[in-house]
Each structure stands twice: as C-alpha cells, then as structure tokens.
C-alpha cells in the first residue's frame, strides 16, 4: 500500500505563488519514482478537475488547460516527493488540491480522468483570495 500526503496548501493573494508537494511512504515507496503522478482539484459545488500529471517512465508533463503556462508538476526522485509549483495564482485556482498515482500504464486520456490512479492522497486546501 502506498500512502500519499499532501502538503503546502494555504491562503494567498491573487498574483501569488504557492508550491505543493506530494509525498509518498508505506511499503512500495521506494518505487514511487516510477509512478505515474497526477494533480487534480475540486473546488466546491464543482466536479473534480485534472490540473497535472508526469508520467511514469519518460516523465513527461500534461497540464490542463486552465493551468497552462502557470503550473508546473516536477518530481524528486530521490525524496520519493512531486511537486505542482503554480504561479499567478487566480480566485478561480481555489479548490482542495489532490496528488495521485499509478503504477500501471495507462492512456493519457486516463490519466486527464483520473481512472489510472489508484493511490490518492487527502487533499490539501489552497484559496486564492482577490
């Protein structure tokens, strides 16, 4: 079982920055860089919403459209930790942020949904105030 916690989360202005991290532990974290990771968000009343996701092997990067050119997913390896940097944070950004991951291929597309992870973390809360 892999346990993933989230951390970073907090309140800032509109225009600012805030990094989270996701951090993995339990029995196969030692393996974690070779996990496809994902960040996804929900703000209140909305559906869930893909934000990132780096893939497993060649570590490449997907960002959703509404986040593109402002957040950036990265991973340590070495810390067993991926981070979502975003930048020029908007009011509309405020939603509890959740890092997942997977280590089994899978299409893009099921990463973007969500259906390829099957470890998920428990949120944590960024709010981006005006």
């Not at 029995?27 to 780096?54: D, M, P």
């Not at 959703?64 to 990265?74: A, H």
């Not at 991926?82 to 405020?94: A, F, I």
Request: proline letters at 2%; one cysteine or more.
């Amino acid at each position: 079982q892999v346990q993933l916690v989230e951390s970073g989360g907090g309140l800032v202005q509109a225009g600012g920055s805030l990094r989270l991290s996701c951090a993995a532990s339990g029995r196969t974290f030692s393996t974690f860089s070779s996990a496809g990771v994902g960040w996804f968000r929900q703000a209140a009343g909305k559906e869930r919403e893909f934000v990132a996701t780096i893939t497993r092997k060649l570590g490449l990067t997907y960002y959703g459209d509404s986040v593109k050119g402002r957040f950036t997913i990265s991973r340590d390896n070495a810390k067993n930790t991926v981070y979502l940097q975003m930048n020029s944070l908007k009011p509309e950004d405020t939603a509890v942020y959740y890092c997942a991951a997977s280590y089994s291929p899978s299409s893009l597309a099921n990463y973007q949904s969500g259906s390829a992870f099957d470890y998920w973390g428990q949120g944590t809360q960024v709010t981006v105030s005006s």
